[in-house]
Every structure is written in C-alpha cells, then in structure tokens.
C-alpha cells in the first residue's frame, strides 16, 4: 500500500498467473495425447495391495494430479552426488543406438558438457535421433545466443525454452526447471544435477556441491520420454509422435525388481501443483519420519501449516538446506522460516560443507522422491518440474543411509541462534519475506 507504482510492477510479474493462450493449448494437447499411454497401466490398480494406504493414497493424488501412472518392474539407481551421476550418464550415453532425449535447466561448457557434447556429435553423425533442450535463463549467461543454431548446424537438434524477452509478462517466471536424460527408452536419469561443472565438483564454488539423483530402468521411462516430447512439441514446428519413442513392453519382460514407481511432471498450465501435493502427501503419510533437502525454503502457509501438523503427530520431521548459500538474498529468506519451524519442533539442518542442491524426501524407509522440486513457490507454482516417487524398491536403504550421512556433517540450527539474530537482520528477513514468490 505504501508502494503503489511498485507494488504494481510486481503484480504484473507475479500476480497475473494468466498463462499464455499458445501454451496452454499445446500443453494441453500433450496430456490428451500421452493419455492412452498412462492408460494402458491402469490394470496395475486393479492386483494392488488394498492394506497399503501409503501406495494407495499416493497412486490416487498422482492420477487425479494429470493421469500419472504407477509401474512395476522398475530398476531405480540412486546417487548421492553429482559425480557419480555424471559417470552413469556417460556409460548409458555410449550405449545409445537409437535416440538420447536431453532436457536441463542449465548446460554450461566446461569438462562436464564438453565430453556429453562429443558423445553427442559421434551419436549424432551415426544417425542416432540427438535432441536437446535448454532453458534460456537457466543458461543466459553461460552459452552464446546462437548455440542452438550451432548444436542444430551439426545435427543435434535443438530448441531453447521460452526464450526471454523485454517484457513484463507472467510466462517469463515459467522456467523448464526439469533435469531429464532419456536413452534409447530404455534408460532414465532425474534428479538436482544440471551439465555445469560445480555439480561433479570440477568447478569449486560455495564449497562442496553435494547434489543427488538416480537412474531409471523399466517401463516407467515411458513417462519421461513423454514429457520430454510434450516440451518439444509445444516449441517445434513439425509435431513429433511419441509412439516411435515409446518401447514395447516385451522389452522389459526380463527385468524383475521390487516396488513400484510414479514418474511425474508438473507444469504451470494447470491448477494441479503436483510437486506440491507430492510432499504434502508424503508429509501426511509418514508415521515415524520425513526427511527432505532443498536448496531453497520458501515456504506458504499451507506448507508450514503441514509441516507443523506432522511434528504435533508424532513424527519426525528434519529439513537440510546448504551451509553455503549460492544466492544470499534467498538464503536470508530460507533463514526466515526457521524460527517458526523450530518452535514446532521441526529439526533444521545447514549442510556444514558446501551447498547441498538435491531435491530427495524419504518417509519411514518406505517412499521417497527425487526430482526437480525444490521447497520454493517457484518449483511449486511456476516452473515446469518433473521426478519420480519409490515405494518398496531395493534403493531406499542407499537414500536413507545418504541422509545419515548428511546429518553426521551439518549443523542442527537451535531456537536459541534464531532468537538471537539481530533485530535488524530479522527485519530485512521479514522484509525479504514478501517478495518470496518471485525468488
């Protein structure tokens, strides 16, 4: 009120969550047409454990959330740092025979992408089907404005996603803020880890970068071939069909694992937060535990609402966020919820070594996540984010056993370093506070 001129500028960035009509139209178009795909499991429901309540409940939100189906068969490869999700990505990309579907948030050059890159080329000049996709701010300061064109010039076909321009208008905060590799069909990676080389750590910056991630194999990779396609398709100008993409299920009759999966995406262009509802879900199914990292911890009311609910029932609740910070201003902000939190009894860890960009949450050595989705109104409302929820697969010792580690090198934030904050300091938190939406 104080502000009108300005607080009008920042309504015109966030306020309006009107999205573009072309977008909405296409995005739209891609659920129609991958819905027979996600039909096609819904068989599964029907020999599922009814005294499960934890799959059960999580099968039904993720279904009505944009018709994501559960799999089984399902191989899941979980890696506690970009190192060694980085040596996985370069075995399976030498293996591709016939497409390699890459789609981050962030491609920097470096020794990371340079040797993706080759890989690329060789593939490429074979015939193998390379395409690529970039945010353009994600990537704004790092590549050339014509790289595409360059990539594209030696085929490897490439768009940009929502490039930005001089104009204040909401589809300039919907960023592709998914980190998916597709190979062949056969082979899937998600997770935090961008092609940049402070996430394997070649590249020092805000101390050790501790991300995390995991490999899937099964027919579950069907689900990140298709959102891969649904980005693709809204940019190209020649519609690609996902059924060349998508592997016959016979191709998978060997492969036996434990457990289910639910590989998702979230977009912008509906009401369904599934990101969201993913941890609220999970936050409302945990009995003895939930562990989550973020980056990032912008909270709503509902979120902490949530959060405060599960300590009051017993549970077990602990968040870890970086000791290191890559963005000050919104570090300040993540900061600002731990009073609130504490006093509740939710247990706030700062990764002592470095920064910790993972985006994992596991409950009761039951379920976990990992994906794309930070705690933030960005990953929740605004951007497009994808991951995959486990139940019962053999990794979720490896993430359990990760976090473990984790709280053995952080340090657990008390009530009495958040009451003794300055008073100056708390005010330019609280003002930071107001403008969460947009950091």
């Not at 399976?92 to 470096?110: P, Q, R, S, T, V």
């Not at 299920?249 to 599934?274: E, M, V, Y």
Request: net charge neutral.
């Amino acid at each position: 009120m104080a502000f009108p001129i300005f607080g009008g500028v920042v309504y015109l960035l966030i306020g309006n969550r009107k999205i573009p009509k072309a977008l909405m139209i296409k995005d739209r178009q891609a659920y129609s047409d991958y819905k027979k795909y996600a039909l096609q499991n819904v068989e599964i429901l029907e020999h599922l454990h009814e005294d499960d309540y934890v799959l059960d409940k999580m099968i039904s939100m993720a279904w009505s959330n944009g018709y994501f189906p559960v799999y089984e068969n399902c191989s899941v490869q979980y890696f506690p740092s970009g190192e060694e999700q980085y040596e996985a990505f370069i075995q399976e990309l030498i293996k591709a025979k016939e497409f390699i579907f890459i789609e981050f948030f962030i491609i920097n050059k470096g020794v990371m992408w340079n040797t993706i890159l080759q890989i690329l080329l060789d593939k490429a000049s074979m015939g193998v089907d390379v395409r690529v996709i970039y945010d353009d701010m994600g990537s704004l300061t790092y590549l050339p404005r014509d790289y595409a064109k360059w990539l594209n010039d030696r085929g490897i076909k490439t768009h940009v996603f929502n490039p930005l321009r001089p104009q204040l208008a909401m589809q300039m905060n919907n960023r592709d803020h998914r980190k998916i590799l597709v190979i062949d069909g056969k082979v899937a990676f998600t997770g935090g880890c961008n092609i940049s080389d402070e996430y394997i750590n070649t590249k020092k910056r805000f101390g050790y970068w501790k991300d995390m991630g995991c490999l899937i194999k099964g027919p579950g990779v069907e689900m990140f071939t298709i959102s891969f396609l649904q980005i693709w398709n809204y940019q190209a100008s020649e519609y690609t069909s996902y059924s060349r993409f998508i592997q016959d299920r016979a191709c998978f009759s060997n492969l036996k694992a434990k457990g289910f999966i639910i590989p998702f995406s979230d977009s912008p262009t509906d009401q369904n937060n599934t990101g969201l509802h993913m941890h609220l879900n999970m936050l409302g199914c945990a009995k003895d535990y939930f562990w989550i990292s973020t980056p990032y911890l912008i909270l709503d009311a509902e979120m902490i609402s949530s959060l405060k609910l599960a300590v009051s029932n017993g549970v077990d609740v602990r968040i870890v966020v970086p000791g290191i910070p890559d963005k000050k201003m919104v570090y300040q902000v993540t900061k600002a919820n731990f009073d609130i939190l504490i006093k509740a009894g939710v247990k706030i860890y700062e990764y002592t070594p470095g920064f910790i960009h993972g985006k994992v949450c596991i409950i009761d050595d039951s379920s976990a996540l990992v994906g794309t989705v930070n705690m933030d109104f960005r990953s929740y409302y605004q951007h497009y984010e994808c991951g995959v929820w486990m139940h019962e697969v053999d990794c979720l010792k490896d993430i359990k056993y990760d976090f473990e580690e984790i709280f053995k090198v952080s340090h657990e934030v008390s009530l009495e370093e958040c009451i003794n904050t300055n008073p100056i300091v708390k005010v330019y938190r609280n003002v930071l506070k107001v403008f969460s939406p947009i950091m």
